[in-house]
């Protein structure tokens, strides 16, 4: 049997990061033993995730070579120590080792709660975050209210000029938008 992929997606300021520490609070109060990992690029803080409205979980940093290399064979540690669930934040800031991570805990029998943005501010697909979506079991897309007209908000849009996918910023460099106001 494989353990469940739920997945956590949309806009920024759209509270993902507060339903994934939500998620797992609730299995660390059904008795789960839990773990959480997130990425480098996350610079909020060091060792925790944190959402905007002060929601916080101690947190692994993980690197892709991390993933790759030093965390290979982390799958089965986790099920010698009764692991039951694993949350990650901002999973679309990881490479494809991401994807065969997931898949190798899933083997283990332990469930995988993930967050991240699934399209970047030109509503292209985020990193791997397409292949985590099609390899979930259950899926939660969010919206954010638009900063603009105050309507759901589905996009992300950058206030800049630059044109890399990853520009890590916060409400000084991107907004949430409704359909309307991105197309502005």
Not at 23 to 29: D, E, F, G, S, V
Request: with cysteine.
């Amino acid at each position: 049997m494989l353990g469940t992929l739920e997945v956590i997606s949309g806009p920024m300021f759209s509270g993902k990061s507060e339903e994934l520490v939500r998620r797992l609070i609730r299995k660390q109060l059904a008795g789960q033993e839990i773990r959480v990992f997130k990425p480098y690029l996350d610079i909020r803080t060091s060792n925790e995730i944190v959402s905007r409205s002060g929601y916080r979980l101690p947190a692994i940093v993980l690197t892709d070579q991390t993933l790759f290399q030093e965390w290979r064979d982390y799958p089965v540690t986790l099920k010698k120590l009764g692991v039951e669930t694993i949350g990650i934040d901002e999973a679309q800031f990881f490479e494809k080792s991401i994807v065969t991570f997931i898949k190798k805990v899933q083997e283990k029998e332990i469930n995988v709660i993930i967050s991240g943005l699934d399209i970047d501010y030109a509503r292209q697909p985020f990193g791997f975050m397409p292949d985590l979506l099609a390899l979930a079991t259950h899926v939660q897309k969010l919206t954010a209210v638009c900063h603009n007209c105050g309507a759901d908000a589905n996009y992300t849009y950058r206030k800049t000029d630059d044109t890399e996918q990853i520009v890590v910023g916060d409400i000084d460099i991107y907004e949430a938008a409704c359909g309307v106001c991105y197309a502005r």
